[in-house]
Structures are given as C-alpha cells and as structure tokens.
C-alpha cells in the first residue's frame, strides 16, 4: 500500500527560486525600462547639442559681425579728408609691377556674389598710422617729375618707411611712394626707394597737391571660404616690401553667406534713400555713399537627423529705402520688404539650423568730411 506524498515544508518553497517564464518577464521589464531611459537620454542630450550649438552659431555671427563692423567704420581714414580726391586711380607699383593695392581710392569696395546668391566680398582700406594722419599740402615749387624731394608745409606725424600718396584730384592719377628721409627744418621729404617707383618713373606735383600719410595701410578684404568668414591683410616689411597674406585667414567658422549693400544719400538730404551693389563710377557718387549694409547667415555646428530648415533666410532689408540687389528683387514680409539669402547651394543645407545677423555701419570718416 502506497503511502501519501508528503507535502513540501514552507522552507523548501521558500528555497525553490524563479521559474523560467518568470525570469523571462523580468528581463523583458529591464529591457523595457533601460530602453525607455535610454530614449529620454538621447531625446535630452540631442536637445542640448542643438542648444549648444545654436548658441555657437549666435556667438561666431555676432563676433563676425562686430570685427566686419570695426572695420569698415573706420574705412577711409586718412584720405577721406580730402574729398576732392576720393576716388582718383590709384598707382601703387613696387618692383615694377602693381603691388596688388585696390586700384580706386576708395575707403571700401563691395565685389557682388552675383544673381545666384554666391557670398559678396568687402575691401577696406584706410591710413594705418598709429598716432594721426592729415593731409599735408605740397608747397612752391612742387616736385618736377623724376624727383624725390616733396616740399611740404609742414612734416609733422611723417616718420621713415611711410607710405604717402600725393594726389591733386579725384581724375588725376594719385601716386603711392615710400619716404625714406625727412628734413623737418626745410620741410621735405625723400622718397628714394626707386622700387616704389611707377614704371615712368616719379610723376610730378605743383604747389596744391596734397599728399596723405598711409603709414602702412590697413587694406583688408573679407570674404566667406569655406564655410568661413576670413580675411586677406596687406603687410609691409622693414624694407618696404609688401605682401599679402599667402592664404585668407579663418576668423570664425560656421558663417555661411555675406551680403552687403552700399548706403546712398542720392538727394543730398543727409539720409540714406538708395541701398544697392552698383559700384560709383564718379567722385560725386562715391560721396554719396555713407554707408554699408552688411547680413551674414550664420550655421549652427550641429547636424540633425532630419530636416530642419526647409526654405533660405529672409533678409528684411526695411520699406522706407529702395533697394536693389542682383540675388533678386524683395519680396513682401509683413509690413517690411525682404531679400532671400541663399543657402540651398550648400550640402545637406537642410539637417542644420540657421540665422541670420545684419547691421548698418556708417562710414563716419565720410561723414565728417562730408
């Protein structure tokens, strides 16, 4: 006869563990939770890459429009006291060849990017003396062609190795030559460095020629390469030999396109009417530009999982003044007028963030000699 199975005590069944299906469940709960954690992580962390970055592409276009505005309000110091020769050719040869200087007097030039929205690029040039530049006018009996001597009224703020220009007027060629002596008793400089020299030789100037103390002139032209705002600087040696930078150089990354405008007092009633890229031809015109109007589109270093921009920027350039651009003619937005700034030409344009920045510089060296 069989006896009954005893029943387990308490103890066992406390010993006996997890089933299968029960460890199963379990793993199936962790791997749920550390996936739903795991989302939240990436979610937040991709948030704050797109923060981050969009504070960088903040940061580098508010710094790059900052240097681009120090520079060009100060464009034209030294010779935009002279009006009358604002805008007289430019002859600035050394070696026997051009020195690579613009070729116009001019205190900044635009170059357009042209109808398909390529970036424009900005040249200005102005004295690079440290202490004072102010236009010295050439006395009796002026400088003969081929001379080296230039009488002057007065030598003061001239040192060895400047360069000066002596101009008569903005038709007139206005010649560049580096002094080499001074003699203040007699007021005269002399420019014997004959590798500054135009290939005729020295040109001549009566009395009533001014020339302008550049010391080593600041010519800097800034352009987008690369997905960068960089700049181009003319330097000059101890001997006087200039040269530019062999390579642009990076100043801030991530600034996608700049475009600028020049300012013009068309009518003479002290305020702008007219923002356009045509290049003055005339000394009138290049004094009615008092202005530059510069918008950089700056990109965010972030490069998100799907699209996020999905149109160009707008410019709003306002209603008040005409404006005309070779990108295109403005469109409405609002109660204000707009350009487009192109973007799309760039690589997966779409997966990054965007903004733009813009601003009005005066060139307050032609308004007060204006």
């Known amino acids: ?3 009954p199975r005893p029943s387990a005590s308490p103890a066992r069944l406390r010993a006996a563990g997890f089933t299968l299906i029960e460890l199963m469940v379990g793993m199936l709960i962790g791997l749920l939770a550390t996936l739903a954690v795991t989302h939240v992580l990436v979610n937040s962390e ?29 464009a034209g110091y ?17 070696g026997g060849a051009p020195a690579g200087m613009p070729g116009t007097l001019v205190p900044v030039m635009i170059t357009d990017g042209g109808a398909a929205g390529a970036s424009d690029t900005i040249r200005v040039l102005s004295s690079g ?13 002026g400088r003969a062609a081929t001379e080296t001597m230039t009488p002057l009224v007065t030598t003061r703020g001239v040192e060895g190795g400047d360069l000066m220009i002596v101009a008569t007027d903005s038709v007139a060629p206005c010649e560049m030559f580096r002094v080499t002596a001074i003699d203040s008793a007699k007021a005269q400089v002399t420019a014997d460095d004959s590798a500054w020299d135009p290939p005729a030789g020295p040109g001549a100037f009566a009395e009533g020629a001014f020339v302008i103390n550049m010391g080593v ?49 068309s009518d003479g009633n002290g305020s702008i009417d007219r923002w356009d890229v045509t290049t003055p031809a005339t000394n009138a015109d290049w004094l009615r530009v008092v202005a530059v109007r510069v918008a950089l589109v700056a990109r965010s270093d972030q490069f998100e999982k799907e699209d996020v921009t999905f149109v160009n920027p707008d410019w709003d350039v306002g209603a008040a003044a005409t404006v005309d651009d070779s990108t295109g003619a403005t469109a409405a937005c609002g109660t204000s007028k707009c350009l487009k700034l192109k973007i799309d030409t ?17 060139l307050r060296n032609m308004l007060w000699n204006s």
């Open 1 to 3: 006869m069989c006896s």
């Open 46 to 74: 991709g948030q704050k890459r797109t923060t981050t970055s969009g504070s960088d592409a903040q940061v580098n276009g508010a710094l790059a429009l900052g240097i681009l505005h120090r520079a060009v309000q100060s």
């Open 78 to 94: 030294g010779f935009t006291a002279l009006p009358a020769v604002v805008g007289c050719p430019l002859v600035a040869n050394y």
């Open 129 to 141: 003396k440290r202490t004072f530049s102010v236009p010295l006018r050439v006395t009796a009996p």
């Open 217 to 265: 002139p600041l010519d800097v032209t800034y352009e987008i390469e690369e997905n960068a705002l960089r700049s181009t600087t003319l330097h000059v040696d101890a001997a006087g030999k200039p040269a530019y930078d062999a390579a642009p150089v990076e100043l801030f990354n991530n600034v996608v396109n700049m475009q600028a405008l020049y300012g013009k007092d």
């Open 346 to 362: 760039l690589p997966n344009w779409k997966r990054y963030r965007y903004r733009v920045f813009d601003t009005v510089i005066p």
